[in-house]
């Protein structure tokens, strides 16, 4: 089994949130990333990034992360009792994509790793990450094109990757108080370390480019469809599904605010309008009820 390094993760990680960066404004055609950069006073820190009132991009970030501690926070250690009393380091590159075109999906995406350290034992380590898609007009084509692109970047790693991670994202991108998905799904996986450190490292580049793959033609297709109030305000109300997932659901929030991470960062993930409206009903006939087709897991490809 390889050795584990960390330090050759975080390489990667800043790497990674550059080409993405990069990828995003080129597609975006206007605007440019803006970096915060920030010091986590318990350990660590990182740079989050933050692109608004773009072309096509009405909100997004890409956040990189390294921060540390003495104390893990009930979140991560819950499930994990083997960890108490280990010092701990966790690295990320975490990201969301608001655009402005309700014709263009929300999209997802972050790759981690997580160290626990203890003095005279062997440290505990996984990795973890994936992405997932979020439409509010969904094309068939498109989601084909997403799960294909993810099933495609499995592949070198074995046979049943892409549908035992295809399965684990739709299981935990779901919204149990709605009984709907979150959006159609894509990768996700954690605890990753039984190929040993180098395999899980080269699957989460693997992930981290295949992102770029799946999402930027999709982006490029449907950017120029025109809309009007009525998908507009669609759009806002479907986004409040985004937050409900993200403040209800999410471990990655739940861990960075019990982690006394920063907010700011840990929530950019948010769209910056959303809305709900009481007892929303969608006409059958409507464009709109095509949506509650795409929330019910299937196989795409």
């Known amino acids: 089994m390889s050795a584990v390094n960390i330090e050759t993760v975080v390489e990667f990680l800043k790497g990674l949130q550059d080409q993405i960066c990069a990828a995003i404004e080129h597609a975006d055609g206007q605007a440019k990333f803006v970096e915060d950069n920030w010091v986590r006073p318990e350990g660590g820190g990182g740079r989050t ?11 997004g970030g890409v956040n990189f992360s390294l921060v540390s501690g003495d104390k893990l926070p009930p979140s991560a250690s819950a499930h994990r009792p083997e960890l108490a009393g280990r010092t701990w380091k966790a690295c990320g590159v975490s990201l969301v994509i608001h655009p402005k075109n309700p014709y263009i999906p929300t999209s997802h995406a972050n790759v981690r790793f997580f160290i626990a350290e203890k003095e005279g034992e ?8 994936g992405f997932d898609l979020t439409p509010f007009y969904p094309f068939e084509e498109d989601v084909i094109h997403w799960h294909q692109t993810a099933k495609t970047l499995c592949q070198p790693f074995g046979e049943s990757v892409y549908q035992k991670n295809k399965e684990w994202c739709d299981d935990y991108f779901y919204l149990k108080h709605r009984d709907e998905t979150r959006g159609v799904g894509g990768l996700f996986f954690d605890d990753l370390n039984e190929w040993g450190f180098e395999t899980c490292l080269n ?58 991470g920063r907010t700011e ?10 809305r709900w409206e009481y007892n929303f009903q969608v006409d059958e006939s409507s464009e709109e009820h095509k949506l509650s087709q795409y929330l019910v897991p299937r196989n795409w490809v």
Request: hydrophobic share 40%; charged share 25%.
């Open 49 to 59: 990034r933050v692109l608004t009132n773009g072309g096509v991009v009405e909100q």
């Open 122 to 129: 062997e440290p505990v380590w996984w990795f973890g990450g």
């Open 203 to 260: 699957y989460i580049k693997a992930v981290g480019s295949g992102f770029i793959d799946a999402y930027i033609p999709i982006i490029e297709k449907r950017k120029n469809k025109e809309y009007g109030e009525r998908q507009r305000q669609f759009q806002l109300y479907r986004r409040g599904r985004y937050v409900e997932f993200n403040l209800v659901f999410d471990r990655g929030t739940l861990f960075g605010l019990q982690s006394g």
């Open 265 to 274: 960062s840990i929530l950019m993930s948010m769209p910056p309008l959303a």
